[in-house]
């Protein structure tokens, strides 16, 4: 089984609409979970973080952790076509794990 | 612009062969990680360096090793080249290295093809 689960999708919506992203963890030692957003041939940055449950607001962004479903979502509100790319969740123990990503268009 | 850069951009060599990417942390980082991303795969952790000393270590292969010098900057080197060693890898550099929370800060990546 691995560490983190993410569904790869793709993920198509038109402009303007609300996206779920959403990842499952086996290892309950987690303390740090993380969005990453990576645009086609270009390196992950850093969306949000969070530090163990509960969520995390920035703008259209809002970050969930449910530690007892050990599931993470991020949400994108009024979502917009520079906002298509590959979405990582990554966590962290002392190691970083991240999943495979989810790929999203945002369709004009 | 992260700040990390790394070289080459791209490389293609033959299987059996051995290559060095280079990676140079932001300014101010002591801690580099390495990383190896495939399309089945994702992202996979494979070694951080924290000043200069080996901190961690996930699903590094045998055949590679890398190391982090006096300045900082580190090297990843993979010998024996395989087909499946194809893939984006990926240096992160962060302050710190310690357990706990630390952003990493990406660099551009090298593409590497083996033929």
């Known amino acids: 089984q691995k560490e983190v689960e993410q569904d790869p999708g793709p993920l198509s919506v038109p402009e303007g609409a609300i996206v779920s992203l959403n990842c499952t963890y086996s290892?309950?030692?987690?303390?740090?979970f993380m969005w990453y957003r990576q645009y086609s041939r270009k390196g992950p940055e850093l969306l949000m973080y969070t530090y163990s449950s509960g969520n995390k607001e920035d703008g259209r962004f809002t970050a969930q952790v449910d530690k007892s479903s050990k599931y993470i979502s991020l949400f994108i509100r009024d979502s917009q076509p520079s906002d298509s790319a590959t979405y990582l969740c990554a966590m962290s123990a002392n190691e970083f794990y991240f999943g495979t990503g989810t790929s999203l268009t945002v369709i004009p | 612009d992260s700040g990390v850069t790394q070289t080459p951009k791209h490389l293609i060599t033959a299987t059996g062969q051995r290559v060095t990417l280079r990676c140079s942390p932001r300014s101010g980082d002591l801690s580099v990680y390495w990383y190896q991303q495939s399309l089945d795969q994702g992202l996979q952790f494979l070694i951080q360096?924290?000043?200069?000393?080996?901190?961690a270590k996930g699903n590094i292969l045998e055949r590679f090793s890398a190391q982090q010098f006096p300045d900082l900057h580190s090297e990843l080197n993979l010998s024996s080249l395989e087909l499946g060693d194809s893939a984006l890898y990926f240096c992160?550099?962060?302050?710190?290295?310690?357990?706990?929370?630390?952003?990493?800060?990406f660099g551009p990546g090298t593409r590497l093809t083996v033929t």
């Open positions: 290892n309950s030692a987690f303390q740090y």
């Open positions: 360096y924290y000043n200069g000393e080996e901190r």
């Open positions: 992160a550099s962060s302050p710190q290295g310690l357990a706990g929370y630390y952003e990493q800060y």
